[in-house]
């Protein structure tokens, strides 16, 4: 049974650095890849960055390009998120899941981590 674990929020200044791990276990990490979701308060749901594991591809929402960077550790079976410049609009619940990324799109499984509490403060 695919599981994810994520760790690394907290309460942090506009401008601030954050690292989020998501911990990957019960299935072969290299062969699906891994994105980052967030959900702020009375928002929906909305993608912030994904990663094949397979070939490293990555791909970044428009609001986080240039201030987010998602990484693999193949080996820990674990993917980070450094989110560098924090926005007071960055706060919220931030998840990982886990899919399939082909050259056309990607498709994600509806299993879920906890998620982790990132808030920014002006």
């Known amino acids: 049974e695919a599981q994810l674990v994520e760790s690394g929020g907290g309460l942090v200044q506009a401008g601030d650095s954050l690292r989020l791990s998501c911990a990957a276990s019960g299935f072969t990490f290299t062969d699906y890849g891994i994105a980052w979701f967030r959900q702020a308060p009375g928002k929906q749901r909305e993608q912030v960055s994904y990663?094949?594991?397979?070939?490293?591809?990555?791909h970044y929402a428009d609001f986080v390009k240039g201030r987010f960077t998602i990484s693999s550790d193949n080996a820990k079976d674990t993917v980070y998120l450094q989110m560098n410049n924090l926005k007071p609009e960055d706060t919220a619940v931030y998840y990982c899941?886990?899919?399939?990324?082909?050259?056309?799109?990607?498709?994600?499984?509806?299993?879920w981590g906890k998620g982790t509490l990132v808030t920014v403060s002006s």
């Open positions: 990663i094949n594991n397979k070939d490293g591809e990555t």
């Open positions: 899941t886990v899919g399939v990324v082909t050259s056309v799109d990607a498709t994600w499984f509806d299993t």
